[in-house]
């Protein structure tokens, strides 16, 4: 499956949003009932996950359902969405990895970083 990194954007953003301290955050699937939808949201949190953006749990069952426990951003969450959490940084980046042909979560990381410290530069000297 594909990593699509406006629905991992998207769920960043919910995250920080809707989860206060001591929060639950619980996303799961149905083999039945599965859209597509659901299975990138699920993917993305998984990835995330990997990656250590956010603190979750993640279950996996004989049927291919999926229960994944979220808890919250870890630092480099909160980092990693201050970078993209801009539009015109996020579309920058996506940008540049779309003419790379496509890169990592860490990669796309390091590049909305740079744009964004691109960004403070120009207006430190404007």
């Known amino acids: 499956m594909k990593l699509d990194f406006d629905i991992m954007r998207d769920l960043l953003i919910e995250i920080e949003n809707e989860l206060n301290l001591g929060d639950i955050l619980y996303l799961s699937n149905s083999p039945i ?11 993305a949190a998984i990835k995330l996950h990997e990656a250590g953006y956010i603190n979750a749990s993640v279950s996996t069952f004989t049927d291919r359902t999926y229960r994944i426990t979220i808890t919250g951003l870890t630092y480099e969450g909160h980092k990693f969405l201050d970078n993209i959490r801009a539009k015109n940084s996020w579309e920058k980046a996506k940008k540049l990895a779309q003419n790379i042909g496509g890169v990592s979560v860490q990669i796309l990381s390091d590049l909305a970083c740079q744009i964004s410290t691109e960004l403070i530069n120009k207006q430190l000297h404007n």
Request: charged share 45%; glycine share 0%; hydrophobic share 20%.
């Open 33 to 43: 009932t599965e859209d597509l939808d659901s299975q990138e949201k699920i993917y």
